[in-house]
């Protein structure tokens, strides 16, 4: 039998979403009590232990549906910060990631200067190396930046480029 008495993605009243599991069974469910605002439910018969919570799964799964919806995504990351056994973790959408402190911190999105746009975020590298670490070296080229000089590289001459020009090739 499964230890993972309600595992699963709960809406907040806000309309995002907070993930909330208990693998350590009997030894977290007090504080989850606790934390949720739950107390009464510690010693009810239905959930007592992990046994009755995995039996009663889908009971105890409506009830932290219908508790998490009182409050907004954020003000429950903050009432769970001081349980560090609680196993919880918000549910970004592309919105968040921005502001992600962890996707900050592993720069998986960095700001870049742009020569038009002024300082933007993108996408930072999935992976570092230590001795060859990857750096964000510059902007997209513009449409067409860096035509002439890859047509001189492949051997076009100047005169070659004005004829380009005059024929709208380029």
Known sequence: MSVIQYTNHYKCQDGKWLAL?????????????????????????????????????KELIRILDEVVATKARAEWLEILKPYRRIMHAPLNDIEDLYIDPQVIENKYIVEQD?????????????????????????????????????????GYSKEDLNRFREEEII
């Open 21 to 57: 599991s208990n693998t350590a069974a009997d030894v977290v469910w007090p504080d989850n009590c606790k934390a949720l605002g739950i107390e009464h439910l510690q010693d009810d018969p239905r959930f007592e232990n992990r046994i009755k919570r995995q039996e009663n799964n």
């Open 114 to 154: 742009h020569p038009i746009l002024g300082k933007i975020k993108v996408p930072g590298f999935p992976v570092n190396y230590r001795i060859t670490p990857a750096a964000i070296q510059g902007p997209a080229p513009e449409l067409g930046e860096h035509t002439e000089a890859l047509l001189i590289e492949l």
